[in-house]
């Protein structure tokens, strides 16, 4: 389903991604781990459509076809999701419109009619109560005033709602409680499905106890070094990154 084949990735004159290869099935769920500054962030803006970074090499496959042709408005039709990805408040505009508005674009790219208000507000009902987002929240405008784990909550929310055939999380690991990493993992893990893939990008060994990767893969100096299964992770929790940094130097 995503494949990434040879990738290789400036910004300015630095190389970030250095011919990185990865392969994602249809409803696997693969986990990034890696040191600091390796480039992972680099990886999901760049599967996302970011701009700012010249790919000079390399391709994405989603089902075959390359998307880095394709704009990010295109790419999140296809269903590519990058989680976390405005964590930033919007002062203006009420979350239920934001919602709407996020899954009727997605509609319309995909030629599906828009939803009538009361099949949305279903959806968000179901949704939000699943994921403990609270009607006062969603009275809110976006963001404002939210917790970093009523962000991450929302945006969970936004991606239960957009139902999304790629979700990519790239954590930020720092600052997310105990409670904001349970709703964020039972998120992903409700919304797992044979038709949906997920990348979960991560510096610590910790979400993945939540969410339980098929595979992982150990990120460094802007490839992959290693893939293996869950038993990876805790690997590198024992002996950290310092192995694979070493071999790249040397
Ligand atoms: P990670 O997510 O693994 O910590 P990033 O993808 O955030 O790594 O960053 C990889 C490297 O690229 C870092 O050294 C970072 O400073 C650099 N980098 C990332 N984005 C930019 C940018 N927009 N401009 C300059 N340097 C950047
Ligand atoms: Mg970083
Ligand atoms: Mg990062």
Same mark, same amino acid.
Do not use: C
């Given at each position: 389903?995503?494949?990434?084949?040879?990738?290789?990735?400036?910004? #300015?004159?630095?190389?970030?991604?250095?011919?990185?290869?990865?392969?994602?099935?249809?409803?696997?769920?693969?986990?990034?781990? #890696?040191?600091?500054?390796?480039?992972?962030?680099?990886?999901?803006?760049?599967?996302?459509?970011?701009?700012?970074?010249?790919?000079?090499?390399?391709?994405?496959?989603?089902?075959?076809?390359?998307?880095?042709?394709?704009? /990010?408005?295109?790419?999140?039709?296809?269903?590519?999701?990058?989680?976390?990805?405005? /964590?930033?408040?919007?002062?203006?505009?009420?979350?239920?419109?934001?919602?709407?508005?996020?899954?009727?674009?997605? &509609?319309?790219?995909?030629?599906?009619?828009?939803?009538?208000?009361?099949?949305?507000?279903?959806?968000?009902? %179901?949704?939000?109560?699943?994921?403990?987002?609270?009607?006062?929240?969603?009275? &809110?405008?976006?963001?404002?005033?939210?917790?970093?784990?009523?962000?991450?909550?929302? *945006?969970?929310?936004?991606?239960?709602?957009?139902? /999304?055939?790629? #979700?990519?999380? *790239?954590?930020?690991?720092?600052?997310? *409680?105990?409670?904001?990493?349970?709703?964020?993992?039972?998120?992903?893990?409700?919304?797992?499905? /044979?038709?949906?893939?997920?990348?979960?990008?991560?510096?610590?060994? &910790?979400?993945?106890?939540?969410?339980?990767? *098929?595979?992982?893969?150990?990120?460094?100096?802007?490839?992959?070094?290693?893939?293996?299964?869950?038993?990876?992770?805790?690997?590198?929790?024992?002996?950290?990154?310092?192995?694979?940094?070493? %071999?790249?130097?040397?």
């Amino acid at each position: 389903m995503l494949e990434i084949k040879n990738l290789h990735v400036s910004v #300015g004159d630095r190389k970030i991604l250095k011919g990185l290869n990865l392969t994602v099935k249809d409803g696997e769920v693969a986990a990034i781990m #890696g040191p600091n500054g390796t480039g992972k962030s680099t990886l999901s803006y760049v599967i996302s459509g970011r701009e700012g970074y010249e790919i000079t090499e390399g391709e994405v496959l989603l089902d075959g076809e390359n998307v880095l042709d394709l704009e /990010p408005h295109e790419r999140a039709a296809k269903g590519i999701f990058l989680a976390f990805q405005y /964590p930033v408040e919007i002062p203006g505009v009420a979350t239920m419109t934001f919602l709407k508005a996020a899954m009727n674009a997605q &509609r319309r790219l995909r030629g599906e009619p828009e939803l009538e208000t009361p099949e949305f507000m279903k959806a968000v009902k %179901e949704a939000s109560a699943k994921l403990g987002v609270s009607q006062e929240m969603l009275r &809110r405008p976006l963001n404002s005033g939210f917790s970093g784990g009523e962000k991450k909550r929302m *945006d969970i929310l936004q991606m239960a709602l957009l139902q /999304p055939k790629f #979700g990519i999380l *790239d954590e930020t690991d720092s600052g997310l *409680d105990i409670d904001a990493l349970r709703v964020v993992s039972e998120g992903v893990n409700s919304l797992r499905s /044979p038709q949906r893939s997920f990348l979960v990008i991560t510096h610590y060994q &910790r979400l993945l106890d939540y969410i339980k990767p *098929d595979t992982v893969h150990v990120m460094a100096k802007g490839v992959i070094q290693r893939s293996g299964g869950p038993e990876l992770a805790l690997e590198l929790e024992d002996r950290g990154y310092q192995e694979y940094l070493a %071999e790249e130097a040397a």
